[in-house]
């Protein structure tokens, strides 16, 4: 998908982190990993809850899994996120993290210091102004609502994407993504995802091409609409699909940037 020195080593096309998982959520920050190693990144650090480690090691031999200090993201987690952030190209931040008020104070604190760029998703979506100089945020409708206080339009998305200075990817039927004056629309897709897991395959994607040097605004318009088209070809062959049948799919996308 995105062209690449014949003459480079290993982690010069892209390093990823991935920050997710709670007890209750073990697919989403795997779901997350295997996008953004399908969209092509030379290295996926998966940072997750330790109960959950031995299975994500049987979803890819590429992994390189590192456990949280309790199976919940805590402030005890927040220095050695940060310090091995300096390592990476690109952070996903938030799925399957969960609500527990120790995992808000510490993403909180995550958000406010990481210095690379950095997509946001899920349960790390929050009003904050303290967030990473290069940042997507990639919430449904619903989140968009509680996040803001207003409805995802167009117009609104536009709006918040000014104040917060960041990118903003709000999924829906027609997903609308805006960075400062450029408001875009998708519309590939079907009602097929609406299965759980399709936001985390998307927010992984989105990182995995950031990771590769792809800004935000990019990413978020190309990632939408090559998973939306995958979908709809998917469910030309099935009566359902499956969000890990999508991240699967992504090697093999065709869609030009």
């Not at 929050?126 to 995802?152: A, I, S």
């Not at 897991?197 to 792809?214: C, E, K, N, Y």
Request: net charge negative; aromatic share 6%; with cysteine.
């Amino acid at each position: 998908m995105l062209s690449r020195d014949p003459n480079s080593h290993k982690g010069e096309n892209g390093k990823i982190m991935i920050i997710g998982g709670s007890p209750m959520f073990h697919g989403a920050p795997i779901l997350c990993a295997l996008a953004a190693e399908n969209a092509g990144v030379d290295l996926v650090f998966p940072f997750m809850p330790p109960c959950h480690l031995d299975a994500a090691k049987t979803y890819s031999l590429n992994f390189i899994l590192q456990g949280f200090q309790e199976n919940i993201l805590t402030s005890k987690d927040v220095k050695g996120i940060l310090n091995f952030s300096q390592q990476v190209d690109a952070v996903v931040i938030g799925p399957g993290l969960g609500k527990d008020a120790r995992t808000r104070t510490a993403v909180k604190s995550i958000l406010a210091h990481l210095k690379v760029p950095t997509v946001v998703d899920a349960s790390a979506l929050m009003y904050t102004n303290n967030l990473p100089e290069v940042c997507c945020l990639t919430p449904h409708r619903g989140e968009f609502l509680n996040m803001t206080g207003e409805d995802p339009t167009p117009k609104n998305v536009q709006k918040w994407s000014k104040n917060l200075k960041a990118t903003i990817v709000c999924k829906g039927p027609e997903d609308i993504i805006a960075y400062g004056n450029e408001v875009a629309i998708n519309n590939t897709g079907c009602a097929l995802m609406t299965v759980g897991g399709t936001g985390d395959v998307l927010s992984g994607f989105i990182g995995g091409l950031m990771a590769q040097g792809m800004s935000p605004l990019e990413a978020g318009k190309y990632a939408t609409r090559v998973l939306g088209t995958l979908a709809e070809n998917l469910g030309e062959m099935e009566n359902s699909i499956q969000a890990i049948d999508l991240a699967h799919a992504i090697p093999g996308a065709t869609i030009r940037m």
